[in-house]
């Protein structure tokens, strides 16, 4: 038995679309298209239908403008970010965000200035200004 598909947020393919609208504000399907084709070649038919999927899902919003429809974000990028983290904090971390931080420290990936820019972010939010 199939799982229900969660709405909320985006497959690969439409989190690289939105990341296209995002950066651009929106746009005409060929425009969006031509955007999208810089990074992997797609035929224009699976744009409009991916778009028009996003739309129906409330990522997006459409208006037509002469004879093309123009596709805007409806969700803010900071929003999904919120939503999206939320979402891997509860299924993998346990709803636990120190647990999430913890292995994100741990990433021997994550440079020494990274980590200091984290700190430096942790304190402002803290309210403690000492390194």
């Known amino acids: 038995m199939r799982k229900k ?6 497959t690969e393919v439409e989190l690289e679309f939105m990341t296209v609208v995002w950066a651009t504000g929106g746009g005409t399907v060929r425009d969006l298209s031509a ?3 810089k990074l992997q070649e797609r035929a224009y038919t ?13 990522f997006l919003t459409s208006e ?9 974000p409806v969700v803010p990028k ?12 509860s299924k993998l971390f346990n ?3 120190a647990a999430l931080v913890a292995r994100l420290v741990e990433d021997e990936e994550v440079t020494d200035e990274m980590l200091v820019e984290m700190r430096a972010l942790l304190n402002e939010r803290l309210g403690d200004n000492a390194s």
């Open 5 to 10: 598909q969660d709405n909320s947020l985006l």
């Open 35 to 37: 955007e999208l084709n």
């Open 46 to 58: 699976s744009v409009a239908t991916v778009l028009k999927i996003m739309e129906q899902k409330g």
């Open 64 to 72: 037509r403008i002469d004879r093309s429809l123009v596709y805007r």
């Open 78 to 89: 900071a929003d999904y970010q919120k939503t999206t983290l939320k979402n891997l904090s």
């Open 95 to 97: 709803d636990t965000p």
